[in-house]
């Protein structure tokens, strides 16, 4: 389905962010319907839809009170339970991007042991998928996305303003930019996946106004993306970290992985803080100014 994301310059604000997010809850029941899909690929594409969904939630919330925060957080419990099934995916791709990556170097993971470890993963793909995508989890997918449009059908955001949609976007810019760490090339894993979550939240939102100035709108929600990726990809290196630990089902490579997964782990930070340096370079003034610049420049025809 084609989902609406972002305002069209003059229009009423709040019609067209119930709009848009009547869709964001329609796409992850469209995916969930859909036969043509397999069940990983469902999983991902809910999981990504739920995201953007979310996004709206908690950017609404000063705006939707106490509603908008209670699915939002069971929209999180929902995504929670389907991340069990996507984490073996996760781990196989990180392997594959770590392993590409060290090509060529002396701790590049010999033939044989890639085989193995992407055997091993893909063996706890299928049993996660057997254990996780089950009719209980559907069911509740429906019976959540369901709700969540009556809510929304409902929701009264008619006395909206850009101005109120500045400031929610300038808020998510700030958290962003208060989360990222002073000191990158020692920053944890946890403040490192903070951040994620935090660009996640910005990347989606900014769609929202990508349309003021379309170019550089598009080059934003690109960066954003770009860093997303970088950061994800850190957080599936994590998770493919704590598959070979101590009795867990990867532990017989961990010699042989874990010092590709640092060297990988290490070129994926140092991506991303080039690329939040540029992207959080403005002050959260300066984003509100100049998103407000924007609107006016283009409804003042």
């Known amino acids: 389905m084609n989902v609406r994301t972002a305002l069209t310059p003059g229009e009423q604000v709040g ?15 469209d995916i969930l319907n859909d036969p043509a899909r397999d069940p990983t690929t469902k999983v991902h594409d809910i999981r990504r839809a739920l995201k953007r969904w979310r996004a709206l939630l908690r950017m609404l919330k000063p705006h939707l009170r106490d509603s908008s ?3 939002r957080i069971q929209a999180r419990d929902l995504a929670r339970r389907l991340t069990v099934a996507r984490d073996a995916q996760s781990a196989i791709d990180a392997l594959n991007d770590a392993a590409e990556a060290c090509n060529g170097l002396l701790i590049a993971l010999p033939a044989r042991t890639l085989a193995s470890v992407q055997g091993r993963l893909a063996e706890l793909r299928a049993e ?8 209980d989890i559907q069911r509740d997918l429906t019976d959540y996305l369901n709700a ?10 008619d006395g909206l303003s850009f101005s109120d ?10 958290r962003a930019r208060k989360t990222m760490p002073d000191d990158w090339a020692t920053a944890e894993g946890e403040r490192l996946h903070d951040l994620r979550r935090r ?6 939102q900014m769609e929202l106004v990508e349309p003021l100035w379309p170019r550089v709108g598009r080059i934003w929600v690109d960066e954003a993306q770009r860093l997303r990726t970088r950061l994800g990809k850190y957080q599936d290196l994590e998770m493919l970290a ?22 990988r782990q290490a070129e994926h930070v140092e991506a991303a803080r080039r690329l939040a340096t540029r992207l959080f370079a403005e002050t959260p003034r300066g984003f509100r100014r100049r998103l407000n610049a924007l609107w006016d420049a283009q409804t003042d025809d």
């Open 128 to 135: 996660n998928e057997r254990n996780i995508w089950t009719d």
């Open 242 to 263: 704590a598959k070979v630990q101590p009795r867990q089902p990867l532990a017989r490579w961990r010699s042989k992985l874990m010092p590709v997964i640092a060297h």
């Open 15 to 29: 019609g067209a962010l119930r709009e848009i997010a009547a869709g964001a809850v329609a796409e992850p029941l």
């Open 148 to 157: 969540a449009a009556a809510q929304v059908s409902q929701w009264d955001l």
């Open 165 to 174: 949609l500045a400031d929610m976007l300038t808020t998510t810019y700030r």
């Open 69 to 71: 925060e209670a699915l």
């Open 199 to 204: 660009v996640v939240e910005h990347r989606y």
